[in-house]
T-cell receptor, first 110, second 116 residues
């Protein structure tokens, strides 16, 4: 599975958009980009995933660059409850396991 | 949909004791996963079941660890002769059978183990 690189921490103001970047320059054609988050002392929570098209659901939007070497998770209107560690994971078609890195610690400020 | 449940939520034990954790997956999910997470790190994969068959085990799963899923529903993870290095959060996840596009894993709240 391709390696991902994320900034260790970020912050944003409540009500503003949070844009979390992820670099996956070695991604191959059959690998999906998954995002999870983990609020303190809870299990990871699935957010969204995509292959090459941009995706949106009720939680977030995922923007994948045309060359697929990077992506951005967008929380359109961050709330204090969005404070968590966000993990970007690249997962290939035949792989069942998720390989977590260190993630980005997002702090949403009041 | 009641989600993935894990019991107990917390376990404190003395070094050398055996412990067992239970995971109940989302009903009709036939894939079940165990992960371990130490403080400040992301979760690490331990093992994976499809129905009752254990299909993959990480090298992290030493011979003191054993996992079972006898009827393809709930699973147990047992640690024998616990060591202080086993202190961690043990996470269970389940997913429906499908391609990686649909095989989204949903996690339980975890069992936090403290070995004194």
């Amino acid at each position: 599975d391709a390696k991902t690189t994320q900034p260790p921490s970020m912050d944003c103001a409540e009500g503003r958009a949070a844009n979390l970047p992820c670099n996956h320059s070695t991604i191959s054609g059959n690998e999906y980009v998954y995002w999870y988050r983990q609020i303190h002392s809870q299990g990871p929570q699935y957010i969204i995933h995509g292959l090459k098209n941009n995706e949106t659901n009720e939680m977030a939007s995922l923007i994948i660059t045309e060359d697929r070497k990077s992506s951005t998770l967008i929380l359109p209107h961050a709330t204090l409850r969005d404070t968590a560690v966000y993990y970007c994971i690249v997962r290939r078609d035949s792989s069942y396991k998720l390989i977590f890195g260190s993630g980005t610690r997002l702090l949403v400020r009041p | 949909d009641t989600g993935v449940s894990q019991n107990p939520r917390h376990k404190i034990t003395k070094r050398g004791q055996n412990v067992t954790f239970r995971c109940d997956p989302i009903s009709e999910h036939n894939r079940l996963y165990w992960y371990r997470q130490t403080l400040g790190q992301g979760p690490e994969f331990l093992t994976y079941f499809q129905n009752e068959a254990q299909l993959e085990k990480s090298r992290l799963l030493s011979d003191r660890f054993s996992a079972e899923r006898p009827k393809g529903s709930f699973s147990t993870l047992e640690i024998q002769r616990t060591e202080q290095g086993d202190s961690a959060m043990y996470l269970c996840a389940s997913s429906p059978k499908g391609s990686v596009d649909t095989d989204t894993q949903y996690f339980g709240p975890g069992t936090r183990l403290t070995v004194l």
